[in-house]
């Protein structure tokens, strides 16, 4: 089992940026498939980015493509996701999640293990 903590959300302008941090405990972080996900109020969870194991494999959604980046440090449990130029709809509660397996996968479902969610707000 694998705890998660993420911090580093807020407040933040359109076209600015928020760098968001989700710290693992417990087992092994480099063997998990980690995903960020993020939920707006009276919408369903979705993915956001998912980074596999070995980083081999990184997948986006579209709609952060080319402005949010995924990263991972197994030496510090620890997984990242940069975002700039934020725009008002990425207003959410973003979450980490893991599952025990090498592929990326994009329904909330497939992991089972989640943080507690950080919100990001950003006004126009």
């Known amino acids: 089992q694998v705890r998660l903590v993420e911090s580093g959300g807020g407040l933040a302008q359109a076209g600015g940026s928020l760098r968001l941090s989700c710290a693992a405990s417990?087992?092994?972080?480099?063997?998990?498939?980690m995903g960020w996900f993020r939920q707006a109020p009276g919408k369903e969870r979705e993915f956001v980015a998912g980074?596999?194991?070995?980083?081999?494999?990184?997948t986006y959604a579209d709609s952060v493509k080319g402005r949010f980046t995924i990263s991972r440090d197994n030496a510090k449990n620890t997984l990242y996701l940069q975002m700039n130029n934020l725009r008002p709809e990425d207003t959410a509660v973003y979450s980490c999640?893991?599952?025990?397996?090498?592929?990326?996968?994009?329904?909330?479902?497939?992991?089972?293990?989640w943080g507690q969610g950080t919100q990001v707000t950003v006004s126009s």
């Open positions: 999640a893991a599952r025990a397996d090498k592929n990326v996968m994009v329904r909330p479902y497939q992991y089972a293990y």
């Open positions: 417990g087992r092994t972080f480099s063997i998990y498939t």
């Open positions: 980074i596999s194991w070995n980083i081999e494999t990184i």
